[in-house]
């Protein structure tokens, strides 16, 4: 489980699929406003962590898995760390 592995490791920088991503906000919510909403968060908040300009956390990351329905196999073809440190 993400809380798990949020516990066990720290995520120095993460990088995202972020056509896979758009893509399953899509499918699911219709637009990223309504996914935005939902995260409790504004658009422009997700749009920057989804370009990048902004850093997005495990927390974000699992809250993110949870409403977009991505199965614990898949987190790593959404989201995958380039460094990642054993604590």
Do not use: H
């Not at 309504?34 to 962590?49: P, Y």
């Not at 997005?56 to 995958?80: H, R, V």
Request: hydrophobic share 40%; glycine share 6%; charged share 30%.
């Amino acid at each position: 489980r993400l809380i798990i592995l949020r516990d066990i490791i720290s995520l120095k920088e993460v990088s995202m699929n972020r056509l896979k991503i758009k893509g399953r906000i899509i499918e699911r919510f219709g637009s990223q406003k309504i996914f935005a909403d939902r995260l409790g968060q504004t658009e422009q908040t997700v749009s920057r962590k989804l370009r990048g300009k902004a850093p997005i956390s495990p927390s974000d990351i699992e809250a993110w898995c949870k409403l977009l329905s991505i199965p614990e196999n898949e987190i790593g073809s959404f989201f995958y760390s380039e460094e990642i440190v054993t604590v």
